[in-house]
């Protein structure tokens, strides 16, 4: 037996996985193909959107709980203090329209703090918005942005310091329970461990049985940047990381944290920007004209302050499920094999809080209540 614990993937949440395990077994390697937190892995973009407020199932309000926390915490190990840096969080559509209605509704199941801006006060607060006449916004004081590849290389450094391995440029091949464990293969190299946790984003497919590859797809995320006409009025200290949703358009984004370019891009499934990509090696980079017009177009109207002109863009391989919710979890009760994949592009918030749920259900420390939702049996047939 080589270890206790495998992680394959050192990405988002795999980075997360391993030093939550580091901190539980001195058994603990870590597969990464490439380098941790490389450019082309869903790590890439430089921000994530954290929030507090989401627009999802309930169940999800405990782990983003934890990841706060764990966050701080990873700050507080590795002495990184700008992991996550708050600048508050805006959503923004339509009054009494259904986007709005939603945020509320969960913010009266889950407890989160937030206050409801109307039209008048989002304008006077925040004026970088060009606003639509029946517009108002649900501001959520804990939002921030998440610097996501010093967030891996923290986790990474952490995991290391408190012994774990880690195998760069180490590309798995395969995977196979035996009787005695799980046999890992990477080229004419093989290992054995007692427990592996495949976390490896949008090359997960490869290694997951056939009934999880019908219900999962790679995706292609495009990321866009813009030039602030005045970076100051778009800094983090000004300028809230957002969500906007309307029936014909959306767009997300983040301040500008160094000083000149604004993240802000199309929501994929609603622009019609996000696509299957059936090789994560070959996810197109370039952005199509009809990306570039989107976008474009967007900007120009939610946005006087912006350069209406793609800076900078990029494009991104993700796992999606059918259900687009991710799989965390045994792929049976019998099996040595935990899932961590599966996250649909909206992971990375949540990474921390899902590393510790992986790291501690697979070394056996603690089995999660009330996440049936993602458990991957869910798609069992038979």
């Not at 959520?140 to 998440?146: A, K, M």
């Not at 049985?209 to 990321?223: G, N, Q, S, W």
């Not at 796992?319 to 099996?335: A, I, Q």
């Not at 259900?361 to 009330?370: H, P, S």
Request: charged residues 20%.
């Amino acid at each position: 037996m080589d270890a206790q614990l495998a992680v394959i993937g050192l990405g988002s949440i795999g980075s997360m996985a391993l030093w939550q395990a580091s901190r539980l077994s001195g058994s603990v390697v870590g597969f990464e193909a490439a380098t941790p937190a490389h450019g082309r892995s869903a790590v890439g973009g430089d921000t994530r959107l954290f929030r507090m407020i989401y627009l999802g199932r309930p169940e999800y309000y405990p782990i983003i709980e934890r990841s706060r926390g764990l966050w701080a915490e990873l700050e507080a190990e590795t002495g990184q203090q700008d992991i996550l840096t708050p600048t508050g969080g805006l959503s923004i559509g339509t009054a009494n329209g259904s986007y709005i209605n939603s945020l509320l509704e969960a913010t009266r199941i889950t407890g989160a703090e937030h206050y409801l801006l109307s039209r008048e006060e989002l304008a006077e607060r925040y004026p970088q918005h060009n606003l639509r006449p029946d517009d108002c916004a649900v501001y959520d004081p804990h939002g921030g942005v998440l610097r996501t590849d010093r967030a891996v290389s923290a986790a990474v450094a952490a995991a290391q310091a408190n012994g774990a391995i880690v195998l760069r440029n180490t590309p798995v091949d395969g995977i196979t329970e035996t009787d005695h464990g799980v046999v890992v293969t990477s080229g004419d190299r093989t290992w054995t461990f007692e427990k592996v946790i495949v976390a490896s984003g949008g090359w997960s497919r490869r290694l997951v049985p056939d009934h999880l590859k019908a219900v999962t797809e790679t995706h292609r995320i495009v990321l866009t940047w813009f030039i602030a006409q005045d970076g100051t009025q778009f800094s983090p200290e000004n300028f809230p990381a957002f969500s906007r949703w309307y029936e014909d358009r959306s767009m997300y984004g983040a301040p500008a944290v160094d000083g000149v370019t604004v993240k802000a891009s199309v929501d994929g499934p609603v622009a019609g920007c996000a696509r299957a990509t059936p090789d994560p090696d070959a996810v197109p980079r370039e952005l199509t004209r009809e990306e570039v017009e989107k976008v474009t177009d967007i900007v120009t109207e939610f946005f006087p302050g912006l350069i209406p002109t793609i800076a900078r863009s990029d494009a991104f391989p993700d796992l999606f499920t059918v259900d687009r919710h991710p799989l965390v979890g045994w792929l049976d009760e019998n099996s040595r094999i935990y899932c961590a994949t599966g996250f649909s592009g909206k992971g990375f918030k949540m990474a921390t809080g899902y590393g510790h749920i992986a790291a501690h259900e697979a070394l056996g420390k603690q089995t999660m209540e009330g996440l049936d939702f993602v458990r991957p049996d869910r798609f069992k047939t038979g």
